[in-house]
């Protein structure tokens, strides 16, 4: 069974069909590459599953329950996690807080242990850390831990939004264009983080990205989208080489 | 224990001082203590919600008039009965039952207060909360003012002075405890994560909705608080106490002391207090007075005297999920 399954989702905008009765499965701990022009849907994607819009039609299933229409965060807390194509970081608070602010939903404290800072919440506050630090570490982001989220530069902002999606612990990882903005070693060493997250941490990824060697050098399968339709879904070299793929990416665009 | 060590100390210090601090500076700054006092409070907790949580509520007076209003209603009322049921204690002790039983109605009439405000105009997104504090801070007002057990236009007089610097440093003490507390727990960094991108919030499990009327809540209970203390300090009630221009000072205060800064708070309500005394004699120029201080605290300083985050620069990312 899959672990995360869109079926027939269709997303309109006034009159701009973005997503057109697409269909994507994810089996579980699949790392699955959505790729398409600019403009063919991606986000608009990632927004139906998170629960950023409700599709029109169809129905979006994570590990056999719907949920479409739900709120964002009672989505966030079933287990889907995501990244943002215009980075969203919590600008003011540290590195450390912002992954802190995933692990939350993980173990919610009790109010009066938190106005009381009772030992309990105390312990739990140092587990927490203990938790964000090791996480940052494997991101390269723990020297800059107490430093301000706004203040790192490009990559490192786009490293801690994966840091922190995988601090909420999620079943599936949504990835939206994580290496642009990234030179050539940070999109290598990303690729790494990548296939860690999903080793490691046993997340099924999908991955929008436009930077094909990232792509093809971490998806085991990759779909291809465009004017919200699947226009071609196969293994890396088969897409490489499809007629309607080519001629979407030179002829659309 | 540390923590019952604290609060013994803190009881004894203050305690201590209500004995002399009265005698030291004189009546007229005496007030002006108590005055400062309730203006942390009011400050302090109305940063929860407009520094921390970056919601903007324009309507705190509203909930210090419920607070001071069901206080003094509950004490004016019940005393007869409460001071019958406590009359195995001395005098202290009955007017402490008295004034704890009224703060105690006054937080949960504010609270709730909150609750009906909050729920409604915080799960839209936008600018809700503004309009609906605003008009809420009006009702109330004008609700007052029709109210002839509690005076009416004529003022609400005959409450029992049982508040003094003793009871309203205590609240003082007890409100910068709780919201220096909860903003170092997770509630904290939920409420900061909403105000820094309510989106990326949501995305990361976040309960934006839920987060927003707790802090809004909380907020309102200790501003209901405050009113209760003002009311048995002052003696007297009147609803122009409670008019828009209280809330304007209390959003100056944490905008002057600097948003989501518990000492920013406490600076900019001692500060805008002083100056609001200074200024007397200026009448209705001062809320001018106020209004240029502000602005060039804006150009100068936006992130207020102790600030680390700004309305202008920080101001919230709607707009698409991108
Ligand atoms: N909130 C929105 N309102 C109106 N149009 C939107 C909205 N979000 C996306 N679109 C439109 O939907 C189409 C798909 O956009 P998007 O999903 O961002 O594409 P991609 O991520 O593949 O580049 C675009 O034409 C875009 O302008
Ligand atoms: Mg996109």
């Known amino acids: 069974m899959a672990i995360l399954d869109v079926k027939g989702c269709t997303k309109t905008f006034g009159g701009l069909v973005a997503v057109k009765d697409l269909n994507i499965s994810l089996r579980q701990g699949a790392l699955y590459g959505l790729i398409g022009p600019n403009g063919a849907g991606k986000t608009t994607i990632f927004n139906l599953i998170t629960g950023v819009y409700t599709p029109d039609e169809g129905t979006i299933t994570l590990a056999g329950h719907e949920i479409q229409g739900r709120k964002a965060s009672a989505i966030a807390r079933l287990g889907i996690s995501r990244t943002f194509q215009n980075i969203r970081l919590f600008g003011s608070m540290t590195v450390l807080e912002n992954v802190k602010v995933s692990q939350h939903m993980r173990k919610s404290q009790g109010l009066m242990d938190a106005i009381l800072r009772t030992s309990r919440l105390r312990e739990e506050e140092e587990r927490i850390e203990r938790d964000a630090m090791e996480l940052l570490k494997i991101f390269h982001l723990d020297e800059r831990a107490h430093d301000q989220a706004r203040t790192l530069p490009y990559g490192s902002q786009r490293r801690l939004e994966i840091a922190r999606a995988l601090a909420t612990e999620p079943k599936v990882l949504l990835l939206d264009e994580p290496a642009a903005g990234m030179n050539p070693q940070e999109a290598v060493e990303l690729m790494h983080l990548i296939k860690r997250s999903r080793d490691d941490f046993g997340v099924t990824v999908l991955l929008v990205e436009h930077n094909m060697k990232v792509v093809m050098g971490v998806c085991e399968t990759i779909q291809v989208v465009d004017y919200g339709e699947t226009i071609a879904l196969g293994a890396p070299r088969e897409i490489q080489e499809d007629p309607r793929v080519i001629e979407a990416y030179l002829g659309g665009a | ?322």
Not at chain 2, 63 to 81: D, K, L, R, S
Not at chain 2, 96 to 111: D, E, H, K, P, Y
Not at chain 2, 144 to 171: D, H, M, T
Request: with cysteine.
């Open chain 2, 1 to 322: 224990m540390k923590k019952a060590a604290f609060w013994i100390a803190a009881l004894a210090v203050l305690g201590g001082l209500q004995l002399f601090v009265r005698d030291i500076v004189g009546a007229y700054n005496y007030q002006i203590l108590v005055l400062v006092g309730i203006n942390i409070i009011l400050a302090v907790s109305l940063n929860l919600i407009n520094g921390y949580t970056g919601q903007f509520s324009i309507g705190h007076a509203g909930f210090y008039a419920v607070g001071a209003y069901t206080c003094a209603g509950v004490v004016v009322y019940g005393q007869e009965a409460i001071r019958g049921a406590t009359g195995f204690l001395p005098e202290l002790g009955q007017n402490t039952v008295l004034l704890l039983v009224g703060l105690l109605c006054a937080a949960i009439a504010a609270g709730l207060a909150g609750l009906a405000v909050g729920i409604p105009s915080l799960r839209l997104r936008g600018d809700y909360l503004a309009i609906v504090t605003l008009g809420f801070g009006e009702i109330i007002r004008v609700l007052i003012l029709n109210v002839e057990a509690v005076g009416g236009a004529r003022g609400f007089s005959g409450i029992p002075q049982l508040s003094n610097f003793f009871w309203v440093y205590l609240g003082v003490v007890v409100t910068v405890v709780t919201v220096h507390n909860l903003v170092q727990s997770s509630y904290g960094r939920a409420f900061i994560s909403i105000r820094d991108d309510e989106i990326a919030a949501e995305a990361m499990g976040v309960d934006t909705t839920r987060f927003k009327v707790l802090s809004f809540v909380v907020s309102s209970i200790f501003a209901g608080i405050a009113g209760g203390l003002f009311a048995h300090f002052t003696m007297y009630l009147h609803p122009n106490t409670f008019l828009f221009t209280t809330s304007f000072y209390l959003i100056i205060m944490i905008v002057v002391g600097g948003l989501g800064s518990i000492e920013g708070a406490i600076t900019g309500a001692i500060l805008v207090t002083v100056l609001l005394e200074v200024f007397r004699e200026f009448g209705a120029f001062r809320l001018v007075n106020f209004a240029i201080l502000l602005v060039l605290i804006m150009i100068y300083r936006p992130t207020g005297l102790l600030g680390s985050w700004t309305l202008v620069r920080a101001g919230r990312r709607p707009g698409r999920a991108a």
